[in-house]
């Protein structure tokens, strides 16, 4: 199936759940802030959320430096 990631068109498989697709994506999802078809998440529905079809996710992560 397909969804949308930070504007970018993506196949996932049906089941994928989003801290699967985090992690898939080699970024550890407490470090990330995502959003679900317009909604902020909470890190602790990473794990139960599954992915539709069409789905619309940004992924923000942040970085410090100095």
């Not at 969804?3 to 993506?10: S, Y």
């Given at each position: 199936m397909k969804?949308?990631?930070?504007?970018?068109?993506?196949k996932v498989a049906a089941g994928t759940r989003l801290g699967e697709f985090i992690t898939g994506l080699g970024l550890d999802p407490d470090s990330v802030v995502a959003e679900y078809d317009g909604k902020i998440l909470n890190r602790d529905e990473y794990d139960d959320l599954v992915l539709r079809e069409g789905a619309v996710i940004e992924l923000i992560r942040f970085v410090g430096g100095g």
């Open positions: 969804i949308v990631c930070n504007g970018e068109t993506r």
